[in-house]
């Protein structure tokens, strides 16, 4: 296999790992996956977590590494990757989709008015800053009364 074609299928197999906070977005959909290179013999994978304590990088470091155990790829490094800071315009387009399809309002530009994840209104309001994980605040919608998470912009 050519370095380019193991190159291609490293990088597959680290884009297809779930975010444990976000399960139905892979690292690759949230834009936390930066880079997957071949480095003096060795797989390495480059990830930044959303914000600097995300409680969630060890666990996708130890599921980046199973995965690459189970292809049969060994060694492979997980290197954290500070800057530049993760933004949340790294979220792909599929990600976002996945998001709003999971309840979980995208994270949306500036002061933008904040669509309900469930009937699409835009009377909503912000209930906490604190949501489900560090990283969404709790909303409400008023047209519902769902209340629903939404993804912080960063």
Do not use: N, Q
């Not at 892979?26 to 930044?48: C, K, M, P, Q």
């Not at 315009?89 to 309900?116: F, H, N, Q, V």
């Not at 008023?142 to 629903?148: D, I, N, Q, S």
Request: with cysteine; hydrophobic share 45%; aromatic share 6%.
């Amino acid at each position: 296999m050519s370095i380019t074609a193991s190159l291609t299928r490293a990088w597959r197999i680290a884009a297809d790992i779930a975010d444990p906070e976000l399960p139905m977005l892979s690292i690759a959909d949230l834009g936390i996956l930066r880079d997957v290179r071949w480095e003096d013999g060795t797989v390495s994978v480059l990830i930044t977590p959303t914000y600097s304590g995300c409680p969630a990088m060890s666990a996708i470091a130890d599921d980046i590494t199973a995965a690459f155990a189970a292809a049969g790829i060994a060694p492979v490094h997980v290197r954290r990757v500070l800057a530049p800071a993760w933004s949340s315009d790294w979220i792909t387009p599929a990600g976002r989709r996945k998001l709003a399809a999971a309840g979980i309002a995208p994270p949306t530009p500036g002061s933008a008015p904040i669509a309900c994840p469930r009937c699409a209104s835009m009377e909503t309001a912000m209930l906490s800053p604190f949501g489900t994980t560090a990283c969404r605040a709790l909303w409400r919608c008023r047209a519902c009364g769902e209340p629903f998470d939404r993804f912080k912009c960063h």
